[in-house]
Every structure is written in C-alpha cells, then in structure tokens.
C-alpha cells in the first residue's frame, strides 16, 4: 500500500510522552483492522450534553482515524456504524443517526477522493431511508475505482443476518444446480459474506470498555487479536490508535499451532 512518509510523520508530530510513530514496528501493521465504536452516548451524557451531540463528536474520531490508518498505508479498516439490534433505539434516535450518516457521507467525499479511498458497505442497505441509501449508493459510485484503502462500514448489519443471508444463497445456487454440495466449504461460506472482498481483520478494537462482540463479524473474527480500551469513542484518537497497534505488535499469534 503506498503511503507518503512526510505526510506521516506530519500527521503524527507532537506526539504524548506514552507512545509515538517511533513506538510501534511499520512492518508488522495489521492488514485490517476492525473497530466497534462504542460510547458515543455515554461521553455526551458525562459533559451533560445530549446523545446526538455525542454522535456527531464520534464522526470526529471517525475521520480521525481514517486519516490516520491512510496515513500508515493500512489495507482496510472496518467500523460498526449500525447494528440490526440498533432499529429498537427511540426513533428519534435513529432517524437522527440516519440523518448524520448521510450527511457525513456527503461531508467526507472529498476526503475519500482527496485519500483515494474506496468505500464500501456491509449489511443490508435496502432497509435504509431512501436519502440515506442513496447518498451510500453515491459514496459507492464515487469511490468504486479508488485504489487506496478500503473503507467498509458495517450499517444495518448484524452477524447472524449474515450468515443467515449466506446459507440462503448457498441454498439457491444448489438448488438451481450451479453448486453441488461438495463444493460447500469454508471458501465458499466466506465468498458468499458481505466481506467476500475484504480480508479478516487482524485487529479488532473496541471502545468504552465493553467485553461483547454485539453480534459483530462472527465469522471473519475468528483468529483476530481483540483490543478493548475504556475510551469512549469520540476520544478516541491516532494516538489511541498507536497504542492498539502497538498493543497488537507485542502479541503472539499462534492460529491454533504450537507457538515457534
Ligand atoms: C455507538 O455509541 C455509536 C454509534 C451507534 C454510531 C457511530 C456512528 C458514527 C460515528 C458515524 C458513522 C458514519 C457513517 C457515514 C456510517 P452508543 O450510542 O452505543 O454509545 P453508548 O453505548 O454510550 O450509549
């Protein structure tokens, strides 16, 4: 992945006595890395301010570490943006939650023209009100040939729709005859996932302190190395980021084999 080494170090000048560039190790950056952005609500609640102030603080960090994983030459990064489960908020949440999607999604296009970033999305959009759904599919239209890194947000997706949604396909094309049975594999489950492009995450990072994936990528998570901090999200900032990378670095990943 190409990335401009100025830039970088510009990015992450002035850096908090903890950690720094210099910190972690830039040839072992995880490849994908995943991120559950959780505690929007509760930071806003802290400052007596309201849960839609909160929201709009998280796209601050969104952006943020965007930048930041483009900045390190990052293939891709994921984030949960909104869950199946999260339609049974109070509707004036989530119309407001919709509302700011769609208008982050027009804010930050230039961003991901200027960053060469290509969008995509995982989950269901079809159930999306029609503003928000068209403002994704033009993010999609405008990003499609971007060759930099991937940016997929998990919007309407919950883990077991997923893989609820791929048995049935998989059903389909057996019983139309384009797959036998013995072809049902492993590959074949993952090709038929909304992440059939991307790779699994090698970092997934949680905020707020919560020990719950929320029916998050139950598949792709399986030999993912977990970070969870007690940073709300909109705290959430490159250098947080530094340390779950670095965090990640001092891991042993074994896969199931025995440790070398
Ligand atoms: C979790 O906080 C956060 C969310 C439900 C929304 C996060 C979404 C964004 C930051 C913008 C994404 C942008 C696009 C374009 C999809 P919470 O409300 O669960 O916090 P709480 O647990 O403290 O209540």
Redesign the pocket.
């Known amino acids: 992945m190409h990335r401009d080494e100025a830039k970088l170090r510009a990015y992450f000048a002035d850096a908090p006595t903890d950690i720094s560039l210099a910190s972690i190790d830039q040839q072992r950056l995880p490849s994908h890395i995943s991120i559950i952005?959780?505690?929007?609500?509760?930071?806003?609640?802290a400052r007596h301010m309201d849960?839609a102030q909160?929201?709009k603080a998280?796209?601050e960090?969104?952006r943020e570490i965007i930048t930041s994983c483009v900045r390190l030459g990052i293939e891709v990064l994921s984030?949960?943006?909104?869950s199946t489960e999260?339609w049974q908020r109070p509707q004036h949440e989530v119309n407001l939650?919709m509302q700011?999607?769609a208008k982050?999604?027009i804010q930050?296009l230039p961003l991901f023209e200027e960053e060469n970033v290509r969008l995509v999305f995982l989950g269901d959009l079809t159930a999306l009100p029609q503003k928000t759904r068209q403002t994704f599919e033009l993010g999609l239209a405008r990003t499609c040939h971007n060759t930099g890194m991937m940016l997929a947000?998990a919007?309407n997706y919950g883990a077991r729709a997923e893989l609820t949604r791929a048995a049935k396909l998989i059903a389909r094309d057996v019983q139309n005859e384009s797959l036998s049975l013995d072809d049902i594999n492993e590959d074949c489950v993952a090709t038929h996932l909304y992440t059939a492009d991307l790779p699994d995450p090698e970092l997934l990072v949680r905020t707020?302190g919560?020990l719950r994936l929320s029916n998050y990528l139950l598949w792709q998570l399986a030999y993912t190395e977990f970070y969870v901090t007690d940073t709300?999200?909109p705290d959430f900032d490159r250098w947080e980021l530094l340390r779950a990378i670095q965090s990640f670095q001092q891991r042993h990943r074994r896969f199931g084999k025995v440790g070398v």
Do not use: I, K, P
């Open positions: 952005m959780d505690g929007n609500g509760r930071w806003a609640q849960r909160g929201h998280g796209v960090s969104l984030a949960y943006a909104f999260n939650l700011l999607f982050t999604l930050e947000l919007v707020s919560e709300f999200w």
